[in-house]
């Protein structure tokens, strides 16, 4: 009847709860306000060990950049001890390279000689003049030219070596203090720069609020879930105490796994393009930590799929016969997912790819432990 027509549009949503649309209203402000004193506590927290998170975040590409200079190898090889060496040790040397004289005895260990060079390395030690050594190779022929060149008189000119002779380079350790400048140098080529004034002044805010909303996330979570829990009935509630637990474990894992597993060959996998192709990498550090949020982010998404298949089962979309029989499809949409969630890299899609084939089928086993479905009363199964 028309009557009934319009009583049944007039009904308010919340006829049936026993809160009215107020107390919804406040409860949810309530929770709501809960929530954010929890994550703001946590991210002013996080602000004051931002640099360590940030050192964590970057750890990665920092490490791929060495890894990839290792590779590259250089000529100069950097120390942290140091030896004096006069220059008439040098000359000793290129007069036994040569063949030009005997080769000097090594002073005993625990000898007396003030100028043996195990008691120059302990006063060295403890000096703070000469911090880092390099040891570079010379031919000697060539240094002993050099050197009669610049003092005939002391240093007479150097037979020259018989033909067939095939002369050694001379390892050579020069130090200076200008080293030590020089090795910082290098050692921030191989780490993630920044382009403007700002940029790691905002990184480190960006970093700490995403770090206080994961540690604040199992806060966050309950209050939403406070607030939800009170329009659910029991055997909903009891849905929601298994599986989002283990939703909440799949996307850990997820994230974990791509930060400590798919990070290394991936970075290895695209570095080896610029020693290929003979340029520094020069990476940009908001740009790496935008990378190092998302990539993870979207392997814990991605691993929800055993919880999404069994959602799709208990609705009666799928039957666990379709999974079954449809597993050359389900590859292919995988393989398809992978390639648009990850970067434009095959490294990072197969390692996205294989484990989510394994989780397909733990999907499949996970629908075998079929639950009662709820039945309308009156209606038998066909």
């Known amino acids: 009847p028309r009557g009934y027509s319009l009583m049944a549009q007039s009904r308010d949503l919340f006829d049936d709860s026993t809160m009215t649309f107020g107390e919804h209203l406040e409860c949810l402000r309530t929770h709501l306000i809960r929530a954010i004193i929890g994550l703001a ?21 920092d490490s791929a950049l060495r890894k990839a200079a290792e590779v590259e190898g250089s000529n ?52 703070n ?7 570079v190779s010379i031919m000697p022929s060539e240094l002993a030219a050099a050197l009669h060149e610049y003092n005939p008189e002391a240093y007479p000119a150097a037979k020259p070596a018989p033909e067939n002779a095939k002369e050694k380079p001379l390892p050579i350790r020069i130090a200076a203090q200008e080293f030590q400048q020089l090795e910082t140098v290098i050692d921030r080529q191989n780490q993630a720069v920044t382009l403007n004034v700002q940029e790691a002044f905002m990184t480190y805010i960006k970093v700490s609020f995403i770090a206080g909303l994961l540690i604040a996330s199992p806060w966050v979570f309950r209050e939403i879930w406070m607030f939800v829990a009170a329009g659910l009935y029991p055997h909903e509630r009891k849905y929601i105490y ?70 799709l089962e208990r ?3 799928f039957e666990i016969t379709d999974y079954r029989e449809k597993r050359r499809m389900a590859v292919l949409v995988i393989a398809f997912l992978s390639m648009i969630l990850t970067p434009a890299d095959p490294m990072s899609m197969l390692l996205m790819m294989f484990p989510l084939t394994l989780l397909y089928e733990f999907g499949i086993i996970l629908c075998g432990f079929k639950a009662n479905k709820p039945q309308v009363e009156g209606l038998e199964p066909v």
């Open 76 to 127: 100069i090889q950097v120390e942290d001890d140091i030896s004096d060496i006069s220059m008439t040790d040098i000359w000793q040397s290129i007069q036994e390279k040569l063949g030009l004289a005997e080769p000097a005895e090594e002073p005993e260990p625990g000898t007396d000689d003030p100028e043996a060079p195990a008691e120059t390395f302990k006063q060295l030690q403890t000096s």
């Open 315 to 317: 609705i009666s979309v």
């Open 41 to 61: 506590i946590c991210v002013i927290g996080s602000l004051f060990i931002g640099d360590k998170i940030v050192g964590i975040v970057r750890s990665p590409i």
């Open 242 to 311: 298994i599986y989002l637990p283990m939703s909440l474990f799949l996307f850990t894992g997820g994230a974990v796994f791509c930060f400590y597993a798919v990070f290394p060959f991936v970075l290895k996998f695209l570095l080896s393009f610029n020693t290929m192709l003979e340029v520094n990498p020069q990476i940009r550090l908001s740009e790496w930590i935008n990378f190092a949020v998302m990539l993870p982010v979207m392997f814990g998404v991605s691993f929800q799929l055993p919880l999404v298949m069994l959602f």
């Open 129 to 135: 003049e000469l911090d880092r050594t390099i040891i």
